[in-house]
């Protein structure tokens, strides 16, 4: 078939009030969508939106071909589920970057020798479109909408709290204002949600640098440039073995880690990684002492 992808754009545009907001959901340029529906438009020698303010909507042409798409790409993903299940000897799924580096990752061999599945990691996190995408299913912290209809599992309720290595936090103890905030671009807020909680009567200085990525930002402690705030299951490793010390313990950060999967029924191996992740993350809860509720 002719523009398919034109098409596939398209059927996510239709649910967006934006373009910018299925370039988002598509994880492509809102130009690319732009584009993308201009070919169709072409193709079908009828106009399929039209804009008010910052806003799209559809045309009369393009409610009614709302209603095929709907319809083809939802039989598309079926057919296409049918088939990945028939045989399936590995699983897609893909995981926040900093999750995955710093806790699925060294984990993952202890799932492949307990049940010799197969588990293939790609790294993303925010909004994700599973079957069509060739993905099985998807870790992230339920921090977006879900924009579809797609079964969603906690893991383990997220603790979050401030990290430093032993050494900076022995040369800042006696004076918090010296303390460098480590943020990422991810959470710029993370540090001020932290401090405006419940219980925290820490007065900090206006030292701070910033990450394009969390990871930076946990490595950037462990070196030693200044303290960050950490989610339990980001630091549990390195608090173990002493390389990051959490002096203000953790507080709840009214996020979840969670799992998203299609709608359905699923293969063992699927329930087999369920069972593990959740098993897992039970583990990644703080103990009591360094609760601060």
């Known amino acids: 078939m002719r523009h398919l992808k034109a098409f596939y754009t398209f059927h996510i545009a239709a649910t967006s009030i934006s373009y910018r907001e299925a370039a988002d959901k598509l ?38 071909l709302k209603g095929y798409t709907e319809q083809a790409f939802q039989i598309l993903e079926l057919g296409a589920s049918q088939v990945r299940q028939s045989n399936r000897q590995c699983l897609e799924v893909s995981c926040e ?23 293939r990691l790609s790294t993303a996190g925010g909004p994700v479109i599973l079957g069509v995408t060739g993905l099985s299913m998807a870790i992230r912290r339920d921090d977006f909408e879900l924009h579809h209809a797609h079964q969603k599992i ?28 480590l943020h990422s671009e991810s959470r710029r807020a993370a540090w001020k949600e932290w401090l405006g909680s419940a219980g925290n009567n820490v007065d900090l200085g206006n030292n701070e640098q910033i990450f394009e990525h969390f990871y930076f930002c946990f490595q950037a402690a462990i070196d030693g440039l200044g303290g960050a705030i950490g989610s339990y299951p980001l630091v549990v490793d390195d608090l173990k073995r002493g390389r990051l010390l959490a002096p203000f313990g953790f507080i709840r950060s009214g996020h979840n880690y969670v799992l998203l999967k299609q709608e359905g029924e699923s293969t063992l191996l699927e329930d087999q990684f369920t069972t593990w992740l959740q098993n897992s993350l039970l583990e990644c809860v703080p103990q009591a002492s360094l609760r601060k509720i």
Do not use: C
């Open 27 to 64: 994880s492509i340029t809102h130009g690319a969508v732009s584009k993308q529906i201009k070919v169709l438009e072409s193709h079908l020698n009828h106009p399929l939106f039209y804009r008010q303010g910052r806003n799209v909507y559809l045309t009369k042409e393009g409610e009614l």
């Open 154 to 181: 906690k893991l383990v309720e997220e603790w979050v709290g401030p990290v430093f290595s032993p050494d900076y936090w022995q040369s800042v103890r006696q004076d918090f204002d010296k303390i460098i905030k």
């Open 97 to 119: 970057p900093t999750l995955t580096m710093r806790w699925l990752m060294p984990r993952l061999s202890e799932f492949h020798n307990t049940t010799h599945g197969d588990v």
